[in-house]
């Protein structure tokens, strides 16, 4: 007989969970000699019975070692629920105990325990030699562990991974709302344990199943050795005989085996008959009880060992058991010798006979003793704690409180702005801040700020960062670089280096619509500019970090209706219960979908968003979220006045004597929308000054089209933002017609069909119909190729390439003829044509380099040769008209300057800056 050793398990409360692994081997016999004399029948008839004997043996063997791996695997079965419990224990006791020492030894057994769960469950299903789980489960247990509704297999691994990920949180993140703690502690007691009796109970199925099996088997190999002996008693008794108690010495073997088995199992083993006496009784459950085994044989289990109170639950589960209702387990004292208690948990099983009648209820228990006590320890120590900080709490509702009135209100209208604001606090005390105040009138200036960590020392650091930006909206400080500096000195002079705080800070003009960004290490803000979003960059080192460092500022530029939205940290890295960040991919969606809805809708949607993403309404980080939108622009008249006086309107009128004696360029911070140049005569050779100035309007004094087209109209136009150029233009027009491409090949077309209806309503001499075809041709052009570009400023499609226009994608035509005037307007809505590209364009032509190998660039300064105003209103990145206006009461003179205005509606490209090889506008 040979049999591995047993593998035990240490319980936290001094008792053991048993996991029987052995083998049960019989040793061979030596092989009967055969009696001189026999006849071939005796031969013939021992070899029947060596046979049959043979077969009986290895039908025993196979009993016993399908018995051996079923208890095996029954073990290992039921063992898991046990390794869960401690599992749930270990998890419950590392976020109990303060010392960091033990929460390691405690992460270490946590580990353990978790590995070895996962171990008896691939065992369970692939197999496992050393714990003799032989693995290969039936279509019934695979269905246990793969398919719903148990899933056994995805729950253990899920928890297993739990467990694990419990192991690893920091210190800092260990408490009773832990993700994972709630998770095991969930999820353990419930549906997993639920699942892992289901599993045991069908591998018990199975276990007798497979035994029944081979006893039938064995019942009819016994029937024909039986036949073969009355056959063989007349001849061959004796060595009948002899194999017969060969055959009885190998079972005896057997028996003992399995009693040494049970005998010195690590759990304790009761067993009991029908009428609840004692049958069994192992080393364990005498060490555990005091009682020797003889003392306890014969006595009754619940009247000697169960407590009073306890007799009835007992009574009541072994009636049950012997009704059959299967497997049963309690948690109940156990009454030692000498009248202590030990608490057990048992496990009961009932044990039928080979005709299917119960005989014998065999509880397993182990001595919990030690982990409750540890538990009502813990419970003590908690409620000890839970009184201990009841005067903490209160001081930090007090400073809750204090941080709350120190914010200003959530929303907020300022100069050219309203803003909404929202700040959700992970504890009672924040880390996060925002602010905002005004100066001048026209400036504001937003803040967003977030703490490292967050609690009571997060909240002083922000208290004292509100001092400091009270001082600067005392002082009136509305640089972002002097603000984060001087804050600086305020967080290093609280914290001395031991703190940390982000923060961005804006500066809006709202007159000019620039936003002036510094960032000390915060989350870039987006800004929302004609309906896309962009990010705002800036880099610099948090606040109270160094004492000697700067923040660079950047500016950027936006309109009326666009957007600014700041946040903190909180938002893009809060985590699911898997782990997995919001991020910013999550952030921006929702940014893109909602961005144009109010603020408060935006902002509810990306809170929902969170929630969903976290399951929780509550959050591990503070979070911080703000809109300011720009929804007013502040206007201010001129000073300056150059060469003709205005008084009217707000404009910089620019006499061309003037300008021609000026040497200095203008001021960058004039806006360009608002200077008209004023031309006597030729001006052809001023282009590459006014494209360096950024002039973009010219009106020719004297041209007798312009003073038709009227001067208040023509010079008010960059106050008018909506509705046709060309209706504005030629109020009088008696005939409209309107085209609108769907496709590139809608061009020819186009331009034939505006001709021939022209020739056909006459009053159009030959050549104006040449450079109506001719200003068609250039402003389709433009349109289908030049005009649409990504963000990157790249054409998306190939000059001449034949396309269909996107379902987004518009461009139309309208001709327009009045009395004297003939007007032609091309619309997209793309936007991307720029007073930069224009002037330039303009300006090459003057010095010869009109045309760019594989770019072209004539269109332009064609339309304003053929033309006799040219007028361009651009809303960027929403829509480019294009109108050109011919005088019919005069021959067309491609050699006459003639006037034109770009209007660019956006304050983003106003500032001037000459270039060593180009002159831009930016």
Not at 562 to 585: H, I, Q, W
Not at 644 to 667: G, M
Not at 867 to 888: C, N
Request: with cysteine; charged share 25%; aromatic share 8%.
């Amino acid at each position: 007989m040979e049999a591995t050793a047993d593998n035990r398990e240490s319980d936290a409360g001094g008792g053991a969970a048993f996991y029987p692994s052995a083998v049960y081997r019989p040793s061979g016999g030596k092989k009967s000699g055969v009696a001189r004399g026999l006849t071939p029948i005796y031969l013939s008839a021992l070899g029947l019975i060596a046979f049959l004997s043979f077969a009986s043996y290895y039908i025993l063997h196979q009993i016993l070692s399908e018995q051996v791996k079923s208890a095996a695997v029954i073990n290992v079965s039921g063992g898991q629920a046990q390794l869960a419990q401690r599992i749930d224990y270990f998890a419950l006791e590392l976020v109990a105990v303060d010392d960091s020492h033990k929460r390691d030894i405690i992460r270490r057994v946590l580990l353990e325990t978790a590995k070895k769960m996962e171990t008896a469950h691939v065992g369970l299903i692939s197999g496992d030699p050393q714990l003799n789980l032989p693995g290969n489960p039936s279509d019934e247990l695979k269905a246990i562990y793969f398919k719903a509704p148990y899933q056994l297999d995805q729950q253990v691994r899920d928890y297993v991974t739990q467990a694990r990920q419990m192991a690893a949180e920091p210190d800092a993140k260990l408490g009773f709302q832990n993700t994972h703690l709630r998770y095991l502690l969930g999820r353990g007691p419930g549906f997993l344990q639920k699942s892992l009796d289901a599993a045991t109970h069908q591998y018990q199925v199975e276990s007798d199943a497979a035994v029944k099996r081979i006893q039938n088997l064995e019942t009819g190999a016994l029937g024909l050795t039986l036949f073969t002996l009355a056959m063989e008693a007349l001849f061959i008794f004796r060595p009948m005989v002899n194999r017969i108690r060969k055959s009885t010495g190998e079972i005896e073997e057997a028996r003992e085996f399995s009693e040494n088995v049970v005998s010195t199992a690590q759990a304790l083993m009761v067993g009991m008959d029908r009428n609840g006496r004692i049958t069994l009784f192992n080393q364990q459950a005498e060490s555990v009880t005091g009682w020797g085994h003889d003392d306890a044989m014969d006595k009754s289990f619940i009247e000697s060992f169960i407590p009073e109170e306890w007799k009835e639950n007992w009574s009541d589960i072994f009636r049950r058991m012997l009704a059959g209702e299967g497997a049963s387990s309690i948690e109940s004292p156990l009454l030692t010798r000498r009248g202590n208690q030990r608490i057990v948990t048992w496990n009961n099983t009932l044990v039928r006979d080979s005709k299917g009648a119960p005989s014998m209820v065999l509880g397993t228990g182990i001595d919990v003793t030690a982990r409750r006590e540890a538990e009502e320890a813990l419970k003590l120590a908690l409620d000890e704690q839970e009184r201990s900080g009841e005067r903490l709490r209160k001081e930090i509702a007090l400073a809750a409180q204090l941080q709350r009135v120190l914010l200003p209100p959530s929303d907020f209208s300022l100069p050219g702005l309203r803003g909404e604001a929202e700040l959700l606090t992970s504890s009672e005390v924040g880390g996060d801040y925002y602010d905002y105040y005004e100066v001048g009138g026209h400036r504001t200036v937003v803040l967003v700020g977030d703490v490292s960590g967050h609690g009571v020392a997060s909240g002083t650091m922000v208290s004292a960062a509100k001092a400091g930006v009270n001082l600067l909206s005392t002082e009136g400080v509305a640089d972002p670089g002097e603000i984060l500096r001087r804050l600086n000195e305020t967080i290093l002079a609280t914290a001395r280096q031991s703190m940390l705080m982000t923060m961005a800070c804006v500066s809006i003009d709202t007159r000019t619509g620039e936003i002036f960004f510094a960032n000390a290490g915060h989350q870039f803000p987006y800004l929302r500019i004609a309906g896309e979003w962009i990010h705002l960059e800036a880099g610099g080192l948090p606040l109270g970090k160094l004492q000697k460092t700067s923040w660079p500022v950047e500016a950027f530029g936006w309109e009326v209706g666009d957007r600014l939205f700041m946040f903190t940290d909180g938002v893009v890295e809060s985590e699911s219960p898997d782990g997995e960040p919001f991020g910013y991919d999550r952030l921006e969606d929702l940014l893109r979908k909602y961005g144009s809805e109010p603020a408060e809708v935006l902002r509810a949607r990306i809170l929902e968003a969170l929630q969903e993403h976290c399951r929780s309404s509550g959050f591990a980080d503070d979070v911080t979220l703000l809109s300011v939108d720009y929804t007013e622009q502040i206007m201010g008249r001129a000073t300056a006045r150059f060469g003709v006086k205005d008084e009217e309107q707000e404009l910089v009128r620019i006499a061309e004597t003037f300008y021609r004696t000026r040497s200095n360029p203008f001021s960058p911070r004039i806006a360009r929308q608002s200077m008209v140049f004023l031309a006597e005569g030729p001006y052809f050779d001023l282009l590459p000054r006014l494209s360096q100035d950024g002039i973009r309007r010219v009106l020719p004094r004297h041209q007798k089209l312009i003073s038709r087209l009227g001067w208040d109209a023509l010079l008010s136009q960059h106050q008018v933002q909506v509705g046709d150029d060309i209706h504005r233009l030629i109020p009088d027009s008696e005939v409209h017609r309107q085209f609108e491409l769907t496709h590139s090949d809608d061009k020819v077309f186009v331009m034939q069909e505006v001709e021939a209806w022209l020739a056909e309503v006459g009053g159009v001499s030959p050549e104006h119909l040449d450079a109506v075809v001719l200003l068609l041709d250039e402003m389709m052009e433009n349109a289908l190729y030049a005009a649409p570009r990504d963000w990157n400023d790249k054409p998306i499609y190939a000059k001449g390439a034949q396309r269909p226009l996107t379902e987004k994608e518009m461009i139309r035509v309208d001709v327009v003829l009045g009395r004297e005037t003939l007007g032609i307007m091309m619309t997209d809505n793309w936007g991307t044509l720029t007073p930069a590209v224009f002037l330039k364009r303009m300006s090459l032509h003057r010095m010869g380099m009109g045309i760019e190998a594989g770019v072209g660039g004539s269109g332009l300064y064609l339309m304003w040769r053929m033309s006799g105003y040219l007028q361009m209103r651009v809303h960027p990145k929403r829509q480019t008209q294009v109108t050109a206006v011919l005088d019919l009461a005069a021959s067309v003179d491609p050699e006459t300057d003639k006037g034109f205005q770009f209007l660019y509606h956006s304050e983003m490209d106003e500032v001037a800056r000459n270039d060593e090889q180009q002159h831009t506008l930016y």
